[in-house]
């Protein structure tokens, strides 16, 4: 499987942006999907990710109430859309796929990682 991330770019506190991830290769209905983000100095950080099952989506406390997770399964694509965005939400953001049901915010999960998109949000 190969994930490429985009959407990334420059935004003013408050306002919006939308990632993607696109991914490629067989059994895309079978893998999680997640979102991480890494800043300069900082752990990855859970994000977001949807189950493959059920579509369930679960986020991390930074992202509940403002981010949200979708997959378009014809598209072989996974969405987070992220409104309300603050200076701390600056960071790298990276899509992830992995053969899992369960455990979805624990990175090491994962086995497929995009290339990472850069999100800055200004004061």
């Known amino acids: 499987v190969q994930l490429q991330a985009s959407g990334g770019g420059?935004?003013?506190?408050?306002?919006?942006?939308?990632?993607?991830?696109?991914?490629?290769?067989?059994r895309f209905t079978s893998y999680a999907m997640g979102w991480f983000r890494q800043a300069p100095g900082k752990e990855r950080e859970f994000v977001a990710a949807i189950r493959w099952s059920d579509n369930s989506p679960f986020y991390g406390d930074s992202a509940k109430g403002r981010f949200t997770i979708a997959r378009d399964i014809a598209k072989a694509t996974v969405y987070l859309q992220m409104n309300r965005l603050k200076p701390e939400d600056t960071a790298v953001y990276y899509c992830a796929a992995g053969l899992m049901d369960s455990g979805l915010p624990n990175p090491e999960n994962y086995e497929y990682w995009g290339q990472g998109t850069q999100v800055t949000v200004s004061s």
């Open 10 to 26: 420059l935004v003013q506190a408050g306002g919006s942006l939308r990632l993607s991830c696109a991914a490629s290769g067989p």
